[in-house]
């Protein structure tokens, strides 16, 4: 049956085609669905693990048992199971093992723009790239092929553009795959020093070998053109781009497995046409090996290597002409993104800039707090990084006699990375205070559920890490609760924990205002009498509030009643506000 598919739910299927049966996953976006799909296939036992390098060890395990695996992340999560990584690509595999990346050129989610292409290459692990959602079934099922075959882990890169657009895909039954035996193989699994030795030249062979299949490998592919003066190379969404722009006009090569890249192929094709034009998304992967094997490519000094690319951009750098669109007749104001109406997050942020603290800041919703009202984030650098860099933060200010500095993260983010951190700030000895934003759920990615929230991946029951036992185990004596909607109890509680002389962490316990079991007390009303137009409650940028001919006026579509604005009013426009 044929229907439209997003790119991410067509990985999903290709999964369930292909006889997989263990998923092990950590959210991201623009992968996160993935996983999401995966999950409602009965026939898949599908997770959310506390990061990627737990996720990719268990599917690696999994596909050591015996059952095809899948293990999924965005770009920067692939940094995180780079330790495994490099290692499972020694080993090779039993059942076959695909790693899923999703790449997001443009930065529309993420803290880089790290290009997914490098970690095959250095690793050594061959890696597809489909470029719409009938070849992300197709390619998938290819993949477990290929990493049996090969005895090798395998990539499939999506990136924004494929993972959340739609396309014509026609669904198969499942492959129905029996499990495969383990035999033990310790100079196969075990990468102690004089294992790892001899399997380095087995992956080195695999990758002729891999070389070789690539030459005719069916994704690698040759589209004839009418016009020879130019020839394009390209891969995934900017093979869509390519086509657009200029139908069947140039002969194009079109490259699904982008390592390793073919060689004999490429200079083919070269060969047929005058000039030949790479068109890549970030970094010149297929320019720098077509120059590396004596081919004369343009690309990057045309299109660079900053950003997404488009139809418009292709048509702008290569004279040709992109599908027209509808301009709107009216300029559209920027809208930046804010914390939610009811954010649990941004009393506590009102609180930290109020104090003029230093705010070390992580990956999550609460990222925005490092937006204009609020501006209460000095730094963000990946997942858990507050609290580790708050350690060596203040143990760089050793002796100072004021301590105004804290570490903001979020509740998932806390158990994937974070926890390390604290453990470290205890048994070094920082005397530095990290709160943890406990939301009850992972917001950033769309309401996943991570150890802390009592439920897994297909809702079910399990088992609930208590978090303020978690952070006395570990060896902090002092940690605290507080309600982010009670900004005066916020206050308080904060200027204490900074007062002592030793490691501490305040818990902000509100449930996330947008998960559907959350009872809101309704819409504040405004006594509009009362208001003399002073602007205080806009200090905490909540999207609900606004200033129209010098008086507030609450959005009854948006407030949750959850008060905060009250607490800062001196007048007592507010009313009607109930406990939240």
């Excluded at 020093?193 to 299949?213: C, F, M, S, W």
């Excluded at 707090?369 to 963000?380: F, N």
């Excluded at 002092?478 to 982010?484: A, E, L, T, Y």
């Excluded at 916020?490 to 305040?506: G, N, Y």
């Amino acid at each position: 049956m044929k229907k439209l598919m997003l790119g991410n739910e067509a990985v999903a299927r290709g999964l369930y085609e292909a006889g997989c049966s263990f998923v092990s996953s950590y959210p991201g976006t623009p992968s996160t669905e993935i996983t999401e799909y995966a999950a409602k296939y009965n026939e898949i036992y599908a997770e959310w693990a506390p990061n990627e390098k737990v996720a990719l060890e268990t599917a690696f395990g999994a596909c050591l048992a015996g059952k095809r695996s899948f293990c999924g992340m965005k770009h920067v999560g692939v940094n995180v199971a780079a330790d495994p990584l490099f290692t499972v690509a020694y080993t090779g595999v039993n059942a076959g093992l695909i790693i899923g990346v999703a790449d997001d050129p443009g930065m529309h989610s993420s803290q880089n723009e790290q290009d997914s292409r490098h970690y095959a290459i250095a690793s050594k692990i061959p890696m597809l790239e489909p470029s719409d959602s009938a070849e992300s079934i197709a390619f998938v099922k290819e993949a477990f092929e290929i990493s049996e075959k090969f005895d090798t882990p395998i990539f499939i890169k999506m990136c924004t553009r494929v993972a959340h657009s739609q396309s014509v895909i026609e669904e198969s039954e499942r492959l129905e795959i029996a499990q495969k035996e383990y035999v033990k193989n310790g100079e196969k699994y075990i990468m102690m020093p004089g294992n790892a030795k001899k399997r380095h030249p087995i992956v080195e062979q695999r990758t002729l070998d891999l070389i070789a299949y690539a030459e005719t490998a069916w994704f690698n592919r040759t589209e004839e053109g009418s016009d020879n003066t130019v020839g394009i190379i390209t891969s995934s969404t900017s093979y869509q781009y390519v086509k657009e722009v200029f139908g069947d006009k140039y002969p194009v090569l079109k490259l699904g497995m982008i390592n390793p890249l073919p060689i004999n192929k490429i200079k083919d094709f070269a060969k047929t046409v005058k000039n030949v034009i790479v068109v890549e998304e970030l970094d010149g992967i297929i320019e720098t090996h077509c120059k590396n094997i004596g081919v004369n490519v343009a690309g990057k000094e045309i299109f660079g290597n900053i950003g997404e690319f488009s139809q418009n951009l292709v048509a702008e750098k290569l004279g040709g002409e992109a599908p027209k669109g509808v301009a709107l007749s009216e300029n559209i104001p920027m809208r930046p993104p804010v914390m939610c109406a009811g954010c649990p997050h941004r009393g506590l942020f009102y609180t930290l800039k109020k104090n003029k603290l230093t705010v070390m800041g992580d990956i999550g919703c609460y990222t925005l707090g490092a937006v204009a009202p609020l501006t209460a984030i000095d730094s963000t650098i990946c997942m858990g990084a507050s609290v580790s860099s708050i350690h060596g933060f203040n143990k760089a200010n050793d002796g100072a006699t004021d301590k105004n500095t804290v570490a903001v993260i979020g509740d998932s983010t806390f158990m994937h990375s974070g926890v390390t951190g604290l453990i470290n700030i205890a048994y070094n000895g920082s005397n530095s205070t990290v709160i943890i934003l406990d939301n009850s759920i992972t917001g950033m990615t769309g309401h996943q559920q991570n150890p802390t929230t009592g439920y897994n991946l297909k809702g079910d029951p399990a088992s609930k890490i208590d978090l303020e036992a978690l952070c006395r185990s570990v060896g902090i004596n002092s940690v605290r609760v507080v309600d982010p909607y009670n900004l005066s109890e916020c206050d308080t509680v904060i200027k204490e924990e900074l007062q002592k002389e030793e490691p501490s962490v305040i818990i902000s316990r509100r449930p996330c205002a947008l998960l559907k079991y959350v009872k809101h007390a309704g819409p504040i009303k405004v006594n509009t009498d009362k208001c003399i137009g002073c602007k205080s409650c806009m200090r905490i940028g909540c999207p609900a509030i606004s200033v129209i001919d010098g008086k507030v006026k609450i959005d009854n579509t948006l407030c949750t009643g959850c008060g905060v604005c009250s607490q800062m009013c001196k007048f007592d426009v507010f009313e009607n506000v109930k406990e939240a």
